[in-house]
């Protein structure tokens, strides 16, 4: 079985660490758990590379401007789900394919409008994702 790989955006960066700042000043997460969340991200990202970051080329950006109006998503996210459907395109030639991780539901539903397969963090569980790499 081929090792399974996660892909994230460059701009996934950005956003994660968004993310864990809003955790911490709304007090879901202690500051503990932020810095350690922050320290295993850029661990895994810059010690470890078990994330392969994509960099967006510009004609990805250009490409991406119709899912804008398309799918009423903000521009990041019309990113994301051109690099995820490039991606996606690539791993289906070789007989593989992509799961979109993201609990952002625009960018979820405009992933599923696309044929993407979309796992969301904060409403399915770690079996049902289990399941989607197991069958990839």
Known sequence: MPKKQIFASILAIGELVS?????????LISETIYLKSLSAFYADVMEKSAIMLQSVPDDQVW?????????????????????????????????????????????????????????????DDQSSLEELISIQ
């Open 19 to 27: 993310i864990l700042i809003r955790k911490k000043n709304s007090r």
């Open 63 to 123: 490409a991406s401007l119709s899912f804008i109006q398309q799918y009423s998503i903000n521009a990041t996210d019309a990113i994301i789900l051109r690099s995820a459907l490039n991606i996606a395109d690539t791993l289906r030639v070789l007989g593989h394919d992509l799961v979109l991780v993201t609990s952002d539901i625009r960018l979820a539903n405009s992933a599923q409008s696309s044929n993407l397969v979309v796992w969301n963090p904060e409403r």
